[in-house]
């Protein structure tokens, strides 16, 4: 499976602030994937980063609060943008391998 | 789009039983079933899956059962261990038009009692 790693693993942050997230894969793969996980709660599908072209939003998701960036088939950015306590959350990124999805560590998001 | 649902919210069992984990799912062009583990602070680790061309899957002491008639498939852990205490989430393959990623069940709580 692919190695992914993310950055930041943790922030703290004020809110109205935006806070960038990367998702790094040791290898090119097709479809990327970010997630939110709420306190106790389960996955929830944000979008499909595309890359080369605009990324692919669930319902409730919407560009200028979550933008994405897709420049290659190794990376992607997700900015959660002018943050409320409500975004406070583990984000996640994830790869689609031959068989199945793989998620990378988090990142733990505090916005107080 | 697809809609998962899973019971139990918890589960509790003495260790050396069976625990059963429940999923259904409303989509019918949907796959794709994995079942994840996710323990405390960590990442879902993906555990076993099946696809919609196969009835049953087994993988040592976890097996997956899939009904797509009736649209729900089961995880199956049998002589269960304190270490497979953690977070279970069923998916599904979300093959309609959005994101086109997993649709995630609300997660079972496995509780391995000594």
């Known amino acids: 499976s692919a190695v992914i790693s993310q950055k930041p693993s943790r922030d703290i942050c004020q809110r109205g602030t935006s806070l960038t997230i990367q998702c790094q894969v040791d290898?090119?793969?097709?479809?990327m994937f970010w997630y939110r996980q709420q306190p106790g709660q389960s996955l929830t599908l944000i979008a499909t980063?595309?890359?080369?072209?605009?990324?692919?939003?669930e319902s409730g998701f919407v560009i200028d609060k979550f933008p994405i960036s897709r420049p290659n088939l190794t990376f992607s950015t997700l900015t959660v943008s002018n943050m409320s306590p409500e975004d406070s959350s583990i984000y996640l990124c994830?790869?689609?391998?031959?068989?199945?999805?793989?998620f990378g560590p988090g990142t733990r998001l505090l916005v107080l | 789009g697809e809609n998962v649902e899973q019971h139990p919210s918890t589960l509790s069992v003495q260790e050396g039983d069976s625990a059963v984990i429940k999923c259904t799912y409303s989509?019918?062009?949907?796959?794709?079933f994995p079942w994840y583990k996710q323990e405390l602070g960590k990442r879902p680790q993906l555990i076993i899956d099946?696809?919609?061309?196969?009835g049953e899957k087994k993988d040592q002491r976890i097996a997956v059962t899939l009904n797509k008639t009736a649209k729900h498939f089961s995880l199956h852990i049998t002589e269960t261990q304190p270490e497979d205490s953690a977070v279970y989430f069923c998916?599904?393959?979300?093959?309609?038009?959005?994101?086109?990623?997993?649709?995630f069940g609300k997660g079972t709580h496995l509780i391995i009692q000594p």
């Open positions: 998916a599904a393959h979300d093959s309609g038009g959005g994101a086109d990623g997993l649709t």
């Open positions: 099946i696809r919609s061309n196969v």
């Open positions: 980063a595309n890359q080369g072209s605009e990324a692919t939003y």
């Open positions: 994830s790869v689609a391998g031959k068989e199945t999805q793989y």
């Open positions: 290898s090119q793969v097709t479809m």
């Open positions: 989509d019918s062009a949907s796959n794709y």
